[in-house]
């Protein structure tokens, strides 16, 4: 998954912030209104916009002759899919996960606890009926955005 710049973490922020998942989206005008504080060119908004539709960040509909956009994924769905981009650069990940989760506060290791037994719990009423003690490693739990076909946009 791409790192977004500062400028696209900005704009994602708007999107991610102010449009809910049920929204039609914003216009490249509403999210430029939106950033007034850093003063960009509506052009530049709009550059970043269609960069980000391009790597499947956002989602966009043709209205009339503008685009509105929206987020293909939620921001959480986004930082879970970093972590586990992370994971993936090598070495042990079962140590990387050891350290992180030694890192993490007591609230968050009870968050970590509950997500776990929730899932544990879900997938042992799923296959058999009951519960489980074991949990299962997470195979490609965070959907990844789709890849906008820039082609068809164009």
């Not at 972590?83 to 140590?95: E, P, T, V, W, Y």
């Not at 993490?104 to 776990?116: F, K, N, P, Q, S």
């Amino acid at each position: 998954m791409t790192r977004l710049g500062d400028l696209e973490r900005a704009v994602m922020d708007v999107l991610w912030d102010s449009v809910p998942a049920t929204s039609d989206g914003v216009t490249v005008r509403e999210v430029a209104d939106a950033l007034a504080g850093r003063e960009l060119a509506y052009t530049t908004v709009m550059t970043v916009l269609d960069r980000l539709a391009g790597k499947g960040m956002v989602q966009r509909e043709r209205e009339g002759r503008a685009w509105r956009y929206r987020a293909a994924a939620s921001r959480e769905a986004y930082i879970a899919q970093l972590m586990l981009d992370a994971l993936d650069l090598g070495g042990s990940r079962d140590a990387a996960l050891v350290r992180f989760a030694r890192s993490v506060t007591g609230t968050e290791a009870e968050v970590l606890r509950a997500a776990l037994a929730a899932d544990a719990a879900a997938a042992g009423s799923a296959a058999s009926g009951e519960l489980t003690d074991r949990v299962e490693a997470p195979t490609d739990r965070v959907v990844r955005p789709p890849v906008a076909d820039e082609a068809a946009d164009r």
